[in-house]
C-alpha cells in the first residue's frame, strides 16, 4: 500500500520528498496544458470523469466544463479537504489507488492520472485497475515520468521525489497498453530541462491518450 503519511502538507510545499516548492502557487495552466490539448484536439467530453490522485483539485476545475460529472480520489486527506473548497461541486473521496476502488467497471467516460502511477509499488497491477473503470469508447490520460537514459543520466538533478516507485521504460509502458487492449491516439513527451528539447528522442516524461476500443 502507498504510504498516507508521506503526502501530507510537507509533500505539497517544499518537503524534502517532492518536486514541490509550493504546489498551490504552481502556474497550473502551464503544468495541464498538455492534458488540455488532448481533450480541445479530439473533442473529448462526456457525462462522467475520473481524476485518480486528484491532489487540490486544479485539473478537476480547469475539465469540469466537458463533463456533467466530476469525479476525484486522492490517498492525501491533506489534497482533499484543500480540493473540496477549489472545486465544491466535484465528487472527492480519500482512497488508496493500490486498494480497492469502489467504482463500477465499464463506468467512466474518461480516467486522468497524472503524476499518479510512479507512486505506487505496482504500476501495471494499478493502471488495470483505472482501466477497468472506463467504458468501452472511453479516454483514458496518463501522464508519468519514463525511465529512460536522461532520467538514468540527470535524474539526480531533476527529480527529488523519493515516493517515486516504479517509473518504467517506454517499451514497459507500452506493453502494458497493449496488454490492456487500449489504442494509442496521441503521445507527448516534455523535459523539465528546456535545452534537451533541442535534442531529438529525449523521453524525459510522457502524457499520453489512449482509448478503450473491447
Known amino acids: 500500500m502507498i504510504m498516507k503519511q508521506e503526502f501530507g502538507r510537507n509533500y505539497f510545499y517544499g518537503g524534502s520528498k517532492s518536486n514541490y516548492f509550493n504546489y498551490e502557487k504552481m502556474n497550473h495552466a502551464k503544468v495541464f496544458k498538455g492534458i488540455i490539448y488532448f481533450f480541445d484536439k479530439h473533442r473529448i467530453t462526456g457525462i462522467r470523469l475520473l481524476d485518480a490522485g486528484c491532489a487540490f ?24 479537504k484543500k480540493a473540496r473548497k477549489i472545486i465544491p461541486e466535484a465528487n472527492l473521496s480519500i482512497i488508496d489507488l493500490e486498494g480497492v476502488l469502489p467504482f463500477p467497471d465499464d463506468h467512466f467516460d474518461c480516467i486522468t492520472a497524472v503524476d ?29 515520468p519514463l525511465d529512460e537514459w536522461p532520467r538514468r543520466s540527470l535524474g539526480f538533478i531533476g527529480d527529488r521525489d523519493k515516493t517515486h516507485r516504479s517509473i518504467l521504460r517506454e517499451k514497459e509502458l507500452n506493453n502494458i497498453i497493449k496488454k490492456n487492449k487500449l489504442n494509442v491516439i496521441e ?3 516534455f523535459s523539465p530541462f528546456p535545452i534537451l528539447y533541442r535534442i531529438p ?10 482509448q478503450k476500443v473491447f
Not at 483539485?57 to 482533499?80: R, V
Open 57 to 80: 483539485g486544479f485539473l478537476l476545475k480547469k475539465l469540469n466544463p466537458y463533463f456533467k460529472e466530476i469525479n476525484g480520489f486522492d490517498i492525501s486527506d491533506f489534497a482533499i
Open 116 to 144: 499518479v502511477l510512479e507512486h505506487t509499488r505496482d504500476f501495471r497491477e494499478n493502471f488495470e485497475k483505472l482501466a477497468r473503470k472506463l467504458r468501452k469508447g472511453g479516454y483514458f490520460i496518463i501522464s508519468t
Open 187 to 189: 503521445r507527448r513527451y
Open 201 to 210: 528522442n529525449i523521453h524525459w516524461q510522457i502524457e499520453i491518450l489512449l
